[in-house]
């Protein structure tokens, strides 16, 4: 066995050992959700079949326990998107990246994109991708000028673009705001100025919020006019919401139904989205705390237009979580011999060695998968250092917290406009 392939194999049983699944693991273990796996294939056919029609994106949400495999199945999907040509995001869900944020949120899945058989930064992938001469190109500028309704720093952009083969800092100033910075209407008609376009390009102030939102619609389009199948999002740990205060968590919810394909206005074709929570959050948020009814009450309370429509659009999102959740099949005994045989074998080729059977972890109703592979490679790891220790393996139970954390109350970029000036 050579350096290269041992390496692998390491770095297989560390994703393992600390419950953070990677690429050389899930190519190893592979996924045992065939239901979900058809679910998803469907959409991306479907992601790929709606440019150039006006189908909305759509999305699924998976649920499990603590440990069940939620993100191993996320990270295998990836897998799947990257082998059918589309980009792929996976963003968690976290006081850096909030739900209810869609400017930090887009920022956040543009960094964590990763581009089929690229590893350079995705959206400079993309625009080197791009050919103005080709059909698919044509078709993404006629949307552009034609039927998109995006703020002019789009369509400024693209033309700007097209004209700038010998400027590489306006190139790259330009993939930066693709990406999620900011781009101010003085600056680009000053680019416009340079390169002498004679066309006026009305280019309105805008809020971080619904610029990020149109950023959202852009670029799928624009990487399917760079030669890809469309974009796929990955979003895990949707149940941090539970722990927002209760406006951020209405917003969550919202959005939630917008990567869903829920709302109106929510058309950004070529994109499919997948979405992990918690199985208890249900009944540990939308009924516990009663967020079915306190979310949109205090909504409705305000009596503004704003609030009607945030109360009815986070409604859609509970609902979705009530009643449109695909979970995760619990493993048979086929499915966790099976896998055992496949951690036994990485962790030999890990370390050349033979492990010997590890019978500590004991097989109930109530083990999660999680468990079984750590408590295998627990075991093997001792054994490899003394082969006649018998650990014994005691599993504790990780209880989920809902409750509300004031330190992630951070203030979404929404509610700042971008200028003219």
């Known amino acids: 066995m050579n350096i290269e392939e041992q390496v692998r194999n390491r770095r297989a049983i560390e994703a393992l050992r600390n419950g953070v699944p990677n690429r050389d693991a899930v190519a190893v273990l592979g996924c045992n959700q065939p239901e979900i796996e058809d679910r998803f294939r469907g959409l991306l056919r479907k992601a790929r079949q709606a440019v150039g029609s006006a189908d909305r994106n759509e999305g699924i949400i998976v649920a499990g326990d603590f440990g069940a495999g939620k993100s191993h199945l996320l990270e295998y999907l990836a897998h799947l998107a990257l082998e059918e040509n589309f980009l792929c995001s996976k963003v968690v869900v976290s006081k850096e990246t909030p739900l209810y944020d869609p400017a930090k949120f887009y920022r956040a899945a543009i ?48 033309f700007l673009f097209q004209r700038i083969p010998s400027d590489p800092e306006l190139s790259n100033r330009i993939i930066r705001f693709w990406s999620g910075e900011r781009m101010n209407a003085g600056e680009i008609k000053k680019y416009l100025r340079v390169y002498r376009e004679s066309v006026t390009y009305k280019i309105d102030s805008i809020p971080a919020k619904d610029l990020a939102l149109q950023s959202f619609r852009f670029a799928p389009r624009l990487m399917v006019a760079a030669g890809y199948s469309g974009w796929v999002l990955l979003i895990d740990e949707v149940e941090l919401i539970s722990k927002y205060s209760l406006m951020q968590r209405a917003r969550s919810y919202a959005e939630l139904a917008r990567w869903m394909g829920r709302l109106e206005g929510s058309d950004c074709v070529g994109l499919a989205a997948v979405a992990s929570i918690t199985s208890d959050f249900q009944s540990k948020v939308l009924e516990e705390k009663d967020d079915f009814e306190k979310v949109p009450a205090r909504l409705r309370a305000k009596g503004t237009e704003s609030g009607l429509l945030l109360a009815s659009q986070a409604e859609r999102g509970m609902r979705i979580i009530a009643n449109e959740l695909t979970h995760l099949k619990a493993p048979d005994s086929a499915v966790i011999d099976d896998t055992y045989e496949k951690v036994r074998s990485i962790h030999a080729r890990a370390y050349d060695w033979s492990p010997p059977d590890a019978p500590s972890v004991e097989r109930l109703t109530t083990t999660r998968m999680r468990q079984y592979v750590r408590g295998w490679i627990t075991e093997w790891d001792l054994k490899r250092l003394d082969r006649e220790y018998n650990p014994e393996i005691q599993f504790t139970a990780l209880e989920q917290d809902y409750t509300e954390d004031k330190n992630l109350e951070v203030p979404a970029e929404g509610d700042q406009d971008f200028t003219n000036q």
């Open 111 to 158: 960094r964590s994109a990763i581009v089929p058989g690229k590893r350079g930064n995705a959206m400079t992938e993309v625009a080197a991708a791009l050919d103005p001469n080709s059909g698919i190109y044509n078709n993404f500028e006629r949307w552009l000028y034609e039927e998109a309704g995006l703020n002019g720093r789009f369509a400024a952009t693209v």
